[in-house]
Every structure is written in structure tokens, then in C-alpha cells.
């Protein structure tokens, strides 16, 4: 049974910095692909940032420069630093894999950016 459990969010002035954690277990975290999603209120959830099984990264573009996205094979763990933060940041944030043909999402972590 695959699970994932965030960590790490909460509430930050606009500027700040918060550090996301995502820890996976019930499956094999370095062969797999991460990816962070967020949903704010009223709207869709969308993508934020993925990283490869090799440390590749991408990130959407109203994250980009801002947010860095890491893993820790040996802690099956990935990351979401965030960096000047704004409050258009906020949201309830998602850790995503997928594994052996299906999805799997963790419960989430709320950030509140604080204008």
C-alpha cells in the first residue's frame, strides 16, 4: 500500500520561506517520479513541481525561480522549499506519484501566505 504524508506547511508572511516535506512508503521511492501539486480555494488543482529519477526538475512558471523541488532517496522524502512566497501562494499543497499503474495523492498540507 502506497502512502504519502506531507509535512511542513502553515502560516507565513508574504516574503517568507516555508519548507515542504513528502515522505513515501510502500513503494520504490528512488525508481519513481515526484510531483507536487496545489488547489486553492474554488479552483483546480494544479501542477507546481516534478523531479526525476535522476534529480531532474521542472517547475510551473509562476513558481519558477522561487520554489525548489528536492528528493532524499536514502529518507524516501521529497521536498518543496518555498521562497518569497506570495499570497497568491496560498493553498492546500499535494505530494503525487504514480506507481504500478495508479495514482496516489497524499492528504495535503495547508500554506497561508499572510499579505
Known amino acids: 500500500q502506497v502512502q504519502l504524508v506531507e509535512s511542513g506547511g502553515g502560516l507565513v508572511q508574504a516574503g517568507g520561506s516555508l519548507k515542504l516535506s513528502c515522505t513515501a512508503s510502500?513503494?520504490?521511492?528512488?525508481?519513481?517520479?515526484m510531483v507536487w501539486y496545489r488547489q486553492a480555494p474554488g479552483n483546480q488543482r494544479e501542477w507546481v513541481a516534478r523531479i526525476g529519477i535522476y534529480g531532474g526538475t521542472d517547475y510551473a512558471d509562476s513558481v519558477k525561480g522561487r520554489f525548489t523541488i528536492s528528493r532524499d532517496n536514502a529518507k524516501n522524502t521529497v521536498y518543496l522549499q518555498m521562497n518569497n512566497l506570495k499570497p497568491e501562494d496560498t493553498a492546500t499543497f499535494y505530494c503525487n506519484t504514480y506507481y504500478g499503474g495508479r495514482t496516489y495523492w497524499g492528504q495535503g498540507t495547508q500554506v497561508t501566505v499572510s499579505s
Open positions: 510502500g513503494m520504490p521511492f528512488r525508481d519513481n517520479v
